[in-house]
Protein backbone atom coordinates (compact mmCIF):
# COMPACT_ATOMS: atom_id res chain seq x y z
CA UNK A 1 0.00 0.00 0.00
CA UNK A 2 0.78 3.23 -0.88
CA UNK A 3 -0.48 5.81 1.33
CA UNK A 4 -0.26 8.87 -1.47
CA UNK A 5 -2.83 11.96 -0.79
CA UNK A 6 -3.59 14.95 -3.07
CA UNK A 7 -6.75 16.12 -4.23
CA UNK A 8 -4.71 17.90 -7.22
CA UNK A 9 -5.38 16.61 -11.24
CA UNK A 10 -2.78 16.16 -14.27
CA UNK A 11 -3.67 15.55 -17.98
CA UNK A 12 -1.95 12.37 -19.08
CA UNK A 13 0.48 14.58 -21.13
CA UNK A 14 1.85 16.36 -17.78
CA UNK A 15 2.30 12.98 -16.12
CA UNK A 16 4.10 11.93 -19.11
CA UNK A 17 6.21 14.57 -19.13
CA UNK A 18 7.06 14.20 -15.42
CA UNK A 19 7.71 10.48 -15.71
CA UNK A 20 9.54 11.14 -19.38
CA UNK A 21 12.13 13.44 -17.12
CA UNK A 22 12.62 11.56 -14.05
CA UNK A 23 11.98 7.82 -15.00
CA UNK A 24 10.92 4.85 -13.29
CA UNK A 25 12.73 2.21 -11.08
CA UNK A 26 10.60 0.59 -8.71
CA UNK A 27 13.98 0.09 -7.05
CA UNK A 28 14.14 3.21 -5.56
CA UNK A 29 12.20 4.63 -3.43
CA UNK A 30 11.39 8.39 -3.99
CA UNK A 31 11.44 7.41 -7.82
CA UNK A 32 8.22 4.93 -6.35
CA UNK A 33 6.64 7.61 -4.59
CA UNK A 34 7.31 10.36 -7.64
CA UNK A 35 5.45 7.95 -10.03
CA UNK A 36 2.66 7.50 -7.61
CA UNK A 37 1.86 11.01 -6.87
CA UNK A 38 1.33 12.01 -10.64
CA UNK A 39 -0.92 8.51 -11.15
CA UNK A 40 -3.02 9.84 -8.11
CA UNK A 41 -3.03 13.01 -9.76
CA UNK A 42 -4.14 11.46 -12.90
CA UNK A 43 -6.58 8.89 -10.92
CA UNK A 44 -8.22 11.98 -9.59
CA UNK A 45 -9.43 12.84 -13.17
CA UNK A 46 -13.05 10.84 -13.57
CA UNK A 47 -12.94 12.12 -17.60
CA UNK A 48 -9.54 11.81 -19.10
CA UNK A 49 -9.90 8.02 -19.63
CA UNK A 50 -13.22 8.15 -21.22
CA UNK A 51 -12.35 11.28 -23.21
CA UNK A 52 -9.24 9.51 -24.47
CA UNK A 53 -11.26 6.54 -25.41
CA UNK A 54 -13.84 8.81 -27.47
CA UNK A 55 -10.91 10.73 -29.31
CA UNK A 56 -8.74 7.48 -30.07
CA UNK A 57 -12.51 6.24 -31.53
CA UNK A 58 -13.23 9.20 -33.83
CA UNK A 59 -9.76 9.43 -35.27
CA UNK A 60 -10.02 5.37 -35.50
CA UNK A 61 -6.26 5.66 -33.87
CA UNK A 62 -4.66 7.33 -37.23
CA UNK A 63 -2.97 9.81 -34.86
CA UNK A 64 -2.20 7.46 -32.00
CA UNK A 65 -0.68 4.10 -32.99
CA UNK A 66 -0.25 2.67 -29.99
CA UNK A 67 1.21 -1.41 -30.02
CA UNK A 68 -0.18 -3.24 -27.62
CA UNK A 69 1.31 -6.54 -26.42
CA UNK A 70 -1.26 -6.93 -23.84
CA UNK A 71 -4.75 -8.96 -24.05
CA UNK A 72 -7.96 -6.75 -25.35
CA UNK A 73 -8.49 -5.84 -21.68
CA UNK A 74 -5.90 -3.57 -21.70
CA UNK A 75 -5.64 0.22 -22.86
CA UNK A 76 -2.33 1.51 -23.88
CA UNK A 77 -2.27 5.06 -22.69
CA UNK A 78 1.70 5.35 -24.00
CA UNK A 79 4.09 3.72 -25.66
CA UNK A 80 6.83 1.73 -23.53
CA UNK A 81 10.07 3.66 -23.46
CA UNK A 82 12.07 5.34 -20.64
CA UNK A 83 11.72 2.55 -18.41
CA UNK A 84 8.13 2.10 -17.93
CA UNK A 85 5.11 2.16 -19.74
CA UNK A 86 0.96 3.21 -18.85
CA UNK A 87 -2.13 1.35 -19.09
CA UNK A 88 -5.41 1.37 -18.10
CA UNK A 89 -6.81 -2.45 -17.69
CA UNK A 90 -10.79 -3.33 -17.90
CA UNK A 91 -11.67 -5.33 -15.21
CA UNK A 92 -15.51 -7.23 -16.38
CA UNK A 93 -17.37 -8.09 -13.82
CA UNK A 94 -19.39 -11.63 -13.79
CA UNK A 95 -22.33 -10.24 -15.23
CA UNK A 96 -20.57 -8.84 -18.05
CA UNK A 97 -20.90 -10.12 -21.34
CA UNK A 98 -17.20 -10.10 -22.04
CA UNK A 99 -16.68 -12.40 -18.68
CA UNK A 100 -19.87 -14.48 -19.63
CA UNK A 101 -18.49 -14.61 -23.82
CA UNK A 102 -14.76 -15.43 -22.41
CA UNK A 103 -14.98 -17.18 -19.22
CA UNK A 104 -12.90 -15.76 -16.73
CA UNK A 105 -9.85 -17.21 -16.92
CA UNK A 106 -9.06 -14.85 -20.46
CA UNK A 107 -9.03 -12.29 -17.99
CA UNK A 108 -6.68 -13.64 -15.59
CA UNK A 109 -9.31 -14.55 -12.82
CA UNK A 110 -8.57 -17.28 -10.47
CA UNK A 111 -4.87 -18.26 -11.74
CA UNK A 112 -2.12 -16.99 -9.03
CA UNK A 113 0.42 -15.83 -9.81
CA UNK A 114 3.30 -13.31 -9.78
CA UNK A 115 4.96 -10.74 -12.05
CA UNK A 116 8.40 -10.42 -13.30
CA UNK A 117 8.57 -6.41 -13.14
CA UNK A 118 7.36 -4.04 -10.73
CA UNK A 119 4.29 -2.24 -11.36
CA UNK A 120 2.23 1.11 -9.14
CA UNK A 121 -1.85 0.11 -9.87
CA UNK A 122 -4.61 2.53 -8.80
CA UNK A 123 -8.44 1.76 -8.82
CA UNK A 124 -9.63 3.96 -10.84
CA UNK A 125 -13.06 2.82 -11.86
CA UNK A 126 -16.00 1.01 -10.30
CA UNK A 127 -15.82 -1.14 -6.85
CA UNK A 128 -12.90 -2.91 -8.01
CA UNK A 129 -11.23 -6.60 -8.17
CA UNK A 130 -10.06 -8.39 -5.14
CA UNK A 131 -7.30 -10.54 -4.64
CA UNK A 132 -6.04 -13.13 -2.31
CA UNK A 133 -2.22 -11.91 -1.75
CA UNK A 134 0.80 -13.94 -0.95
CA UNK A 135 4.34 -13.46 -0.90
CA UNK A 136 7.40 -15.82 -1.57
CA UNK A 137 10.96 -16.14 -2.22
CA UNK A 138 11.98 -16.12 -6.08
CA UNK A 139 15.19 -16.88 -5.18
CA UNK A 140 14.53 -20.32 -3.16
CA UNK A 141 12.51 -22.08 -6.51
CA UNK A 142 14.05 -23.23 -9.84
CA UNK A 143 10.69 -23.03 -11.72
CA UNK A 144 9.98 -26.84 -12.11
CA UNK A 145 6.19 -28.34 -12.33
CA UNK A 146 5.42 -29.47 -8.66
CA UNK A 147 7.64 -27.42 -6.96
CA UNK A 148 7.17 -26.27 -3.58
CA UNK A 149 6.56 -22.70 -3.70
CA UNK A 150 6.43 -21.69 0.16
CA UNK A 151 3.38 -19.18 -0.74
CA UNK A 152 2.89 -16.89 2.36
CA UNK A 153 -0.83 -16.06 3.00
CA UNK A 154 -0.80 -12.32 3.26
CA UNK A 155 -4.84 -11.20 2.95
CA UNK A 156 -7.73 -10.52 0.80
CA UNK A 157 -8.20 -7.30 -0.29
CA UNK A 158 -9.86 -5.38 -3.33
CA UNK A 159 -8.47 -2.44 -5.39
CA UNK A 160 -10.86 -0.40 -4.45
CA UNK A 161 -11.58 3.73 -5.87
CA UNK A 162 -8.21 5.80 -5.54
CA UNK A 163 -6.17 2.54 -3.73
CA UNK A 164 -2.93 2.69 -4.50
CA UNK A 165 0.00 -0.38 -4.24
CA UNK A 166 3.17 -1.20 -5.27
CA UNK A 167 3.01 -4.89 -6.74
CA UNK A 168 6.91 -6.18 -6.67
CA UNK A 169 8.41 -8.62 -8.88
CA UNK A 170 9.25 -11.68 -7.92
CA UNK A 171 8.13 -11.33 -4.29
CA UNK A 172 4.04 -10.32 -4.47
CA UNK A 173 1.55 -13.22 -5.44
CA UNK A 174 -1.82 -12.57 -6.18
CA UNK A 175 -5.19 -14.58 -7.16
CA UNK A 176 -8.20 -12.10 -9.05
CA UNK A 177 -11.31 -12.55 -8.05
CA UNK A 178 -13.87 -10.61 -10.38
CA UNK A 179 -15.29 -7.37 -9.26
CA UNK A 180 -19.26 -6.88 -8.72
CA UNK A 181 -19.36 -5.04 -11.62
CA UNK A 182 -16.47 -3.52 -14.87
CA UNK A 183 -13.77 -1.39 -12.73
CA UNK A 184 -11.08 0.18 -14.24
CA UNK A 185 -7.47 -0.11 -12.76
CA UNK A 186 -4.31 2.48 -14.17
CA UNK A 187 -0.74 1.00 -13.95
CA UNK A 188 3.02 2.28 -14.11
CA UNK A 189 4.98 -0.86 -15.65
CA UNK A 190 8.20 -0.54 -15.00
CA UNK A 191 10.43 -2.20 -17.47
CA UNK A 192 13.96 -4.42 -17.55
CA UNK A 193 15.42 -5.15 -20.57
CA UNK A 194 17.13 -8.34 -19.73
CA UNK A 195 13.11 -9.21 -17.51
CA UNK A 196 11.84 -11.42 -20.35
CA UNK A 197 14.50 -13.86 -19.19
CA UNK A 198 13.31 -13.83 -15.87
CA UNK A 199 10.11 -16.32 -14.82
CA UNK A 200 6.84 -15.33 -14.42
CA UNK A 201 5.19 -18.73 -12.28
CA UNK A 202 1.37 -19.91 -11.97
CA UNK A 203 0.66 -21.40 -8.84
CA UNK A 204 -1.35 -23.59 -6.90
CA UNK A 205 -2.27 -22.61 -3.13
CA UNK A 206 -4.06 -25.74 -2.46
CA UNK A 207 -0.55 -27.70 -2.63
CA UNK A 208 1.92 -24.58 -2.43
CA UNK A 209 3.30 -25.57 -5.68
CA UNK A 210 4.26 -24.01 -9.07
CA UNK A 211 2.35 -25.71 -11.90
CA UNK A 212 3.54 -23.48 -15.14
CA UNK A 213 5.95 -20.56 -16.36
CA UNK A 214 4.00 -17.88 -17.96
CA UNK A 215 6.07 -16.26 -19.94
CA UNK A 216 7.59 -18.66 -22.70
CA UNK A 217 10.04 -16.44 -24.87
CA UNK A 218 10.28 -16.03 -28.33
CA UNK A 219 13.81 -17.85 -28.39
CA UNK A 220 12.14 -21.15 -26.93
CA UNK A 221 9.59 -21.08 -30.23
CA UNK A 222 12.66 -20.45 -32.84
CA UNK A 223 14.91 -23.21 -30.94
CA UNK A 224 11.68 -26.40 -31.26
CA UNK A 225 11.43 -24.73 -35.17
CA UNK A 226 14.93 -24.96 -35.50
CA UNK A 227 14.81 -28.46 -34.43
CA UNK A 228 11.79 -29.56 -36.34
CA UNK A 229 12.72 -28.16 -39.64
CA UNK A 230 16.67 -28.06 -39.81
CA UNK A 231 18.87 -30.77 -39.57
CA UNK A 232 22.18 -31.94 -37.63
CA UNK A 233 23.03 -28.14 -37.54
CA UNK A 234 19.97 -27.38 -35.72
CA UNK A 235 20.83 -30.64 -33.54
CA UNK A 236 23.83 -29.31 -32.62
CA UNK A 237 22.69 -26.05 -31.29
CA UNK A 238 20.04 -27.47 -29.82
CA UNK A 239 22.24 -29.94 -27.64
CA UNK A 240 24.34 -26.72 -26.40
CA UNK A 241 22.28 -25.31 -25.25
CA UNK A 242 21.21 -27.86 -23.40
CA UNK A 243 24.49 -27.73 -21.68
CA UNK A 244 25.98 -24.46 -21.64
CA UNK A 245 23.00 -21.75 -22.11
CA UNK A 246 22.20 -19.26 -18.94
CA UNK A 247 18.73 -19.72 -18.90
CA UNK A 248 17.48 -22.89 -17.51
CA UNK A 249 14.15 -22.34 -19.40
CA UNK A 250 16.36 -22.55 -22.38
CA UNK A 251 18.55 -25.40 -21.57
CA UNK A 252 15.16 -27.49 -20.79
CA UNK A 253 13.42 -26.00 -24.38
CA UNK A 254 16.61 -27.90 -25.85
CA UNK A 255 15.65 -31.04 -24.83
CA UNK A 256 11.73 -30.72 -25.31
CA UNK A 257 12.61 -29.65 -28.96
CA UNK A 258 15.01 -32.58 -29.62
CA UNK A 259 12.13 -34.96 -27.90
CA UNK A 260 9.66 -34.61 -30.58
CA UNK A 261 11.86 -35.78 -33.23
CA UNK A 262 12.28 -39.28 -30.84
CA UNK A 263 10.40 -42.11 -30.26
CA UNK A 264 9.85 -43.69 -27.23
CA UNK A 265 12.83 -45.35 -26.59
CA UNK A 266 14.23 -42.31 -27.50
CA UNK A 267 12.57 -39.94 -25.55
CA UNK A 268 13.65 -42.01 -22.58
CA UNK A 269 17.45 -41.85 -22.90
CA UNK A 270 16.85 -38.10 -23.76
CA UNK A 271 15.14 -37.82 -20.73
CA UNK A 272 17.77 -39.87 -18.67
CA UNK A 273 20.86 -37.84 -19.90
CA UNK A 274 18.76 -34.60 -18.67
CA UNK A 275 18.38 -35.91 -15.10
CA UNK A 276 21.91 -36.06 -14.97
CA UNK A 277 22.30 -32.40 -16.67
CA UNK A 278 23.49 -31.10 -13.20
CA UNK A 279 20.47 -28.71 -13.76
CA UNK A 280 17.71 -28.67 -10.92
CA UNK A 281 15.03 -27.75 -13.07
CA UNK A 282 15.88 -29.70 -16.41
CA UNK A 283 16.74 -32.41 -14.22
CA UNK A 284 12.43 -32.68 -12.25
CA UNK A 285 11.12 -31.99 -15.30
CA UNK A 286 12.87 -34.77 -17.40
CA UNK A 287 11.58 -36.87 -13.96
CA UNK A 288 8.08 -35.33 -15.10
CA UNK A 289 8.31 -36.74 -18.54
CA UNK A 290 9.51 -40.12 -17.79
CA UNK A 291 7.01 -40.40 -15.49
CA UNK A 292 4.25 -39.50 -17.99
CA UNK A 293 5.88 -41.48 -20.67
CA UNK A 294 5.99 -44.76 -19.15
Given at each position: MIDCVTDQTCSLADMVAALDESGFDARDEESVHHAALWLRRLGNDPDFLGDLMLERLRDRHRETPLDSAYSPQAIMLTHA???YFLRANIWPGEQDHAF????????VYGTPH????DFLTLGYFGPGYASDYYEYDYEAVSGW???PAGLRFVERSTLSPGKLMLYRAHLDVHSQLPPPSMSVS???MGMDAAQGWHDQYRFDPASDTITAVLNPTSTET???????LGGAEALDLAERFGRTHPSD???WASFEARALLL????????????ELSGNRLVAEEAKRRRREDA
Open positions: AGGRASGGGSFDHNFHGELNVFLRLAVGRMRDRAGRDALWRTA
